[in-house]
């Protein structure tokens, strides 16, 4: 089964603002990272894909699992 899609928000002693998702695959990052810069009235300085940006959803009979693209 898939990993429950989280986002670990960190704030470093100087104020900087750091976040990473965890459980979301392919481009479906970009849209929280959208809704992170709306709330904290914030731009996005820097930015990588994590392991789960080569990932898709593949659903395989009832059940949805996470695979790598070939």
Known sequence: M???P???VTVGPDGAVSAETHGLLGERC???VAVLEDLLAARTVR???TADHG???AV???EERD???A
């Open 2 to 4: 898939s990993e429950q």
């Open 6 to 8: 989280r986002i670990v």
């Open 30 to 32: 970009l849209d929280y």
């Open 47 to 49: 930015s990588a894909y």
């Open 67 to 69: 695979v790598d693209r």
């Open 60 to 62: 395989v009979g009832q």
């Open 55 to 57: 990932r898709v959803a």
